[in-house]
């Protein structure tokens, strides 16, 4: 098997460790919890950082209108079909493609990613905006408006006094370099071609 088909074969098989490992997490800091909330976000479930955290973070949340956080969603049955489809396409690519085809997986990881993140910043978008006009407390902007606790798609931000920080974890860097490594393979089989 040639050099860039193995890396090929490394890129398909990179993101099944989102089975394993947690894709996101969400951790919340304020004073009153010396211990942060923190909240796994997996390709298949959501799981506390700490014991009860979910739990804690659905009381609190549940003051200002918020939804709780649900048992499953949606997309836990689709973005699992999905990692397992593409790894399958691209097993099939490593052992019977070209290097073109390597540059169509990459294409294809990249775009199935962007389309996950943007629904996770639409998810979120709902969960801090989408507020129960019955909460027991309300918290309004300088202008007015109803404000709203949208934690961040990437990096920290202040919420009221809460500092909440939303960042990759173990399983989104697996996939990132599963997706490098198509990119690489391609890049080898072109430069190996050219050689020819």
Wanted: net charge positive; charged share 15%; aromatic share 14%.
């Amino acid at each position: 098997m040639k050099k860039s088909n193995k890396l090929m074969l490394l890129a398909a098989l990179l993101p099944l460790a989102l089975f394993i490992f947690p894709l996101w997490n969400i951790t919340l800091e304020a004073p009153q919890y010396p211990i942060p909330l923190g909240m796994n976000i997996h390709i298949n479930d959501f799981s506390d950082a700490h014991p009860h955290d979910i739990k804690n973070i659905n009381l609190m949340n549940h003051y200002v209108g918020m939804k709780y956080i649900p048992d499953a969603i949606p997309e836990f049955k689709i973005f699992p079909a999905g990692i397992i489809i593409t790894t399958i396409l691209g097993l099939i690519i490593a052992f019977k493609g070209n290097y073109k085809w390597f540059l169509f997986w990459f294409i294809l990881m990249i775009v199935i990613s962007s389309a996950g993140l943007y629904d996770f910043y639409l998810w979120e978008h709902d969960y801090g905006h989408d507020l129960d006009p019955k909460a027991i407390m309300k918290f309004t902007n300088p202008d007015g408006t109803v404000m709203g606790f949208q934690p961040p798609l990437f990096g920290s931000k202040d919420i009221l006094n809460f500092k909440a920080h939303s960042y990759p974890r173990l399983g989104a860097l697996f996939l990132g370099l599963g997706i490098a490594a198509s990119l690489i393979a391609y890049l080898v089989g072109k430069k190996n071609k050219n050689r020819i």
